[in-house]
């Protein structure tokens, strides 16, 4: 069983910056990839991005060149670091850890919105 926290949500301004952590705890030594997804209101929950345990990234096309995922290893933790916010980054956004069973666990969601 892994845990998921997330932290540092909130409300910014168009333009803004955000920065996002997911702390994991129980059975990390089994945590492979972890990464953020997204979901707004009345929309389908969409990637954000990725990382994998050898710190291989991907991105949505939406938010290359603007939001930055990297992890902690030691402290079992990955972030999202959010520039350049637009409105329509506004979203619940959750963390998940994906184990080498290829299990996945979600965070329990923080929201993030952007005002114009």
């Known amino acids: 069983q892994v845990q998921l926290v997330e932290s540092g949500g909130g409300w910014v301004q168009s333009g803004g910056s955000l920065r996002l952590s997911c702390a994991a705890s129980g059975s990390t030594f089994s945590i492979n990839a972890m990464g953020w997804y997204r979901q707004a209101p009345g929309k389908q929950r969409e990637l954000v991005a990725g990382?994998?345990?050898?710190?291989?990234?991907d991105y949505a096309d939406s938010v290359k060149g603007r939001f930055t995922i990297s992890r902690d290893n030691a402290k079992n933790t990955v972030y999202l670091e959010m520039d350049s916010l637009k409105p329509e980054d506004t979203a619940v956004y959750y963390c998940?850890?994906?184990?080498?069973?290829?299990?996945?666990?979600w965070g329990q969601g923080t929201q993030v919105t952007v005002s114009s």
């Open positions: 990382i994998t345990s050898s710190g291989v990234t």
């Open positions: 998940h850890a994906d184990m080498f069973g290829f299990r996945r666990y």
